[in-house]
């Protein structure tokens, strides 16, 4: 009589995967819950960063589905990264990436993130500067149907989360 899935997600054990299926929309509230009381994976200290000297980085905005096909719009698909902190955070190896196990940008080594500013980091093409980082991904990332975002440490540990449900 248990589901394990929904177990594994409420304990913060495994991430809820956008889907349509009938327990979707209770698997990401189980999911929201888990990540917002810090348990599991969800937690500050999940990967022995010690939490005191986590930087104050969060997403703060998305846009997951451009006008038109998304594959032709690839740059109209990023995420928006803001540095809270009073000093400036090196973003070397962080990992940008959505709930599946393939997609993950990897920050550029030597990339700081300056205090009070903010970085958009794009799906498509281009030459990456201060304020735009490109994934030159092969194919759109962000799910039009719901998917999470996930900003996290070299070693795993999460930084911020977003979950959106998406136009479906």
């Known amino acids: 009589g248990l589901n394990v899935n929904l177990a594994l997600i409420a ?10 299926h ?8 189980m999911s929201d819950a888990a990540a917002s009381a ?13 939490p005191s000297q986590m930087p104050d980085v969060s997403i703060v905005d998305y846009e997951y589905n451009p006008a038109g096909r998304d594959e032709e719009a690839m740059n109209g698909e990023w995420v ?4 809270h902190d009073d000093s400036s955070v090196d973003l070397s190896g962080w990992i ?3 709930e599946s196990s393939q997609n993950r940008y990897v920050f550029p080594n030597g990339f700081n993130l300056n205090p009070g500013r903010e970085t958009l980091v794009r ?14 991904a092969d194919a ?15 070693d795993g540990t999460i930084v911020a989360w977003e979950r959106f449900e998406g136009d479906f």
């Open 11 to 20: 304990n913060g054990d495994a991430i809820a995967l956008q889907g349509d």
């Open 22 to 29: 009938s327990l979707d929309r209770e698997f990401g509230q």
């Open 38 to 50: 810090g348990l599991g994976l969800w937690a500050s200290d999940a990967c022995e960063t010690d």
């Open 80 to 83: 928006a990264i803001r540095n």
């Open 96 to 98: 940008l990436r959505d």
């Open 123 to 136: 799906v498509g093409c281009g030459d990456d500067t201060a304020s735009e980082l490109f994934w030159c």
């Open 140 to 154: 759109p990332v962000w799910s039009n149907g719901g998917d999470t975002i996930i900003l996290e440490l070299t």
